[in-house]
């Protein structure tokens, strides 16, 4: 069993960043793909970025050139560097593992394809 334990969220104004953070209790990246989904008030969950084994990574249109994935695979960590933060990225944020081919697959996005998830934290720009 995986757990994940998000960190990092907060209220940040326009055009301000934030880094989020997603501790793993075991070691996951060197197998599982890694995501960050949100979920907006009223809104469903949507992926934001992904990164797989090898590095690879993808990332929802709405974020791209703003935010950047990576990982720690020592600390067993993820992050997420956001920046030039939107009104509209407010948002609970979740990390979560799930195959390590989803990226490949072209499903690295899709939140139903993952198995493990953090219990989030709280994003909010004004």
């Known amino acids: 069993q995986v757990q994940l334990v998000e960190s990092g969220g907060g209220s940040v104004q326009a055009g301000g960043s934030l880094r989020l953070s997603c501790a793993a209790s075991q070691y996951t990246y060197g197998s599982y793909c890694m995501g960050w989904f949100r979920q907006p008030p009223g809104k469903e969950r949507e992926g934001v970025a992904a990164?797989?084994?090898?590095?690879?990574?993808s990332y929802a249109d709405s974020v791209k050139g703003r935010f950047t994935i990576s990982k720690d695979n020592a600390k067993n960590t993820l992050y997420l560097q956001m920046n030039s933060l939107k009104p509209e990225d407010t948002a609970m944020y979740y990390c979560?593992?799930?195959?390590?081919?989803?990226?490949?697959?072209?499903?690295?996005?899709?939140?139903?394809?993952?198995?493990?998830w953090g219990q989030g934290t709280q994003v909010t720009v004004s």
């Open positions: 979560a593992a799930g195959p390590g081919d989803l990226l490949t697959l072209g499903w690295a996005l899709v939140s139903d394809e993952y198995n493990y």
């Open positions: 990164i797989d084994s090898d590095g690879s990574t």
